[in-house]
């Protein structure tokens, strides 16, 4: 099983990002697949998820209306689109299945700064 995310960047505040995260090791297409964060000094959080079939769900309070997930199931990648990036998104991003079963990938850094 591997998790490998990518796309982490130094974004300006109200900037966009995409975050990637390519899996291999597992039946990708049987899971829904989650996004979590650890920002600096803190416990990883679930941001949200995306079902089998496709479907976005935001856990995140502080993100909803800004974030979004999504998948291709051909390509075996789930995806994260975040807007209007703010300070407070500054965190490591990782994937994982649903209630983060899988063995961690190294996680994408994502820093918001002027």
């Known amino acids: 099983v591997q998790l490998v995310e990518s796309g982490g960047d130094l974004v300006q505040p109200g900037g966009s990002l995409r975050l990637s995260c390519a899996a291999s090791g597992f039946t990708f297409s049987r899971f829904d697949m989650s996004w979590f964060r650890q920002p600096p000094g803190k416990e990883r959080e679930l941001v949200g998820f995306?079902?089998?079939?496709?479907?976005?769900?935001i856990i995140l309070d502080s993100v909803k209306g800004r974030f979004t997930t999504s998948r291709d199931n051909a390509k075996n990648t789930v995806f994260l689109q975040m807007n209007s990036l703010k300070s407070d998104d500054t965190a490591v991003y990782y994937c994982?299945?649903?209630?983060?079963?899988?063995?961690w990938g190294q996680g994408t850094q994502v820093t918001v700064s002027p």
């Open positions: 995306v079902t089998k079939a496709g479907d976005s769900t």
């Open positions: 994982n299945t649903r209630w983060g079963a899988r063995p």
